[in-house]
Structures are given as C-alpha cells and as structure tokens.
C-alpha cells in the first residue's frame, strides 16, 4: 500500500517489448536502498523489482499493464512519479493508495495561477460516480484533492508548488495520458450497499 505522497521522480531509460508485454527500465534515485521483489509505485502503478543495478532498476510491464494504465506512453528520457510501499512504522499522509489503477484519464489543461497551478482532467464517465467534490483520487499517484468537477466526470485541482516541483506534473501537456486510481473506500461502500438492495 501507498499514501500518495510522492517521493522523488525518476527517468526512463527503456520500454523494451517483450512476448507478455515489456521490461520497464527507470533511474531510481532511491534504487540503492531496494532489494528484489520490493513494490515501488511508478507513476501510481505497483510494480515489483525485477533487477537491480544502482541507479537502474527492471520491472516487468505485463499486456495487462500496458492495457489499463499509461506506462506504455512513456517516453525514453521523461519523467515518472515513485513512491515506495509504505513502511509499518511510517507516517501516513496522503490516502489509501493501492497502486491499482482503475482507468486512465486525459489532461485537458494545466494553467498556472499566482504561484500555484490549476490542473483539469477528463475521465471516463463509467467513473465520475466516484469523485466527489473535496474527495480524494490518485492521479499518477500523486494524493490528491478534488477542488472542483466540471460537467461530472471533469476534476479540477490545485497543485501547491512544493507537489508542483517534486512530481512530473511539471511537465503535463493537454492530451496526455495520465493513472487514475479512485478512492477505495467509495469503491467498497458502493459494493455493500449495492449487496444490502
């Protein structure tokens, strides 16, 4: 599990195709303190480590993977959000975040305003019953919080500029894809009330 708070970004340095999907190399800044089969959160997604060279580090990117979240329109040389699994003794500061990505969503715009930022998205409409105003979402698994919805499946957020500089949503453009991970809570609260009729 995850909390959202990201910790540092790193590069892609290669999405090699392979038969059951892709091998995902990433300059990790923290890949020094990695073991083998440890989780990592890159951009919201869980990902294991599969081979360690300091400052490199292999995960293998399943069809699925490709299918569901945006790590196939990663470029060689961008940036991705990391975050490491939470440890037992840790803060908790962000949300519950999985790392299971349940769509992706679209950049519509990205404006600054005074020494924030103002960032818009589309996502799909089977979705919007799951963003509510001031709720949280995982957008490349940054935490966030919903500032304001636009024609119900459009979330508006402020971006601070300590998240603004410690993510890759620096380097947002419209159109670009990005994970979406929706609360958990509301996804549970949805299946008990649908069971209770």
């Not at 083998?36 to 919201?44: K, R, T, Y």
Request: charged share 20%; aromatic share 6%.
């Amino acid at each position: 599990m995850f909390t959202g708070l990201v910790e540092c970004t790193g590069k892609v340095l290669a999405i090699t195709p392979v038969e059951t999907g892709a091998r995902f190399t990433v300059e990790v800044p923290f890949a020094h303190e990695l073991s083998l089969g440890d989780s990592v959160a890159v951009n919201g997604c869980c990902l294991t480590v599969d081979k360690l060279e300091p400052p490199r580090v292999e995960f293998d990117l399943l069809t699925q993977t490709l299918r569901v979240t945006s790590l196939g329109a990663l470029k060689v040389g961008g940036e991705c959000n990391l975050e490491r699994a939470m440890g037992g003794a840790g803060r908790f500061g962000g949300h519950f975040v999985m790392g299971h990505i349940d769509t992706t969503g679209e950049v519509l715009s990205v404006e600054p305003v005074g020494q924030d930022h103002r960032i818009r998205i589309r996502i799909p409409q089977e979705y919007a019953k799951y963003i509510i105003d001031k709720g949280s979402i995982a957008l490349d698994g940054v935490s966030l919080t919903i500032a304001a919805i636009h024609n119900t499946c459009e979330p508006e957020f402020w971006i601070t500029p300590h998240t603004w500089n410690r993510t890759a949503m620096h380097a947002y453009t419209p159109g670009q894809p990005v994970n979406i991970e929706v609360d958990m809570l509301a996804k549970y609260v949805e299946k008990m009330m649908a069971a209770r009729g």
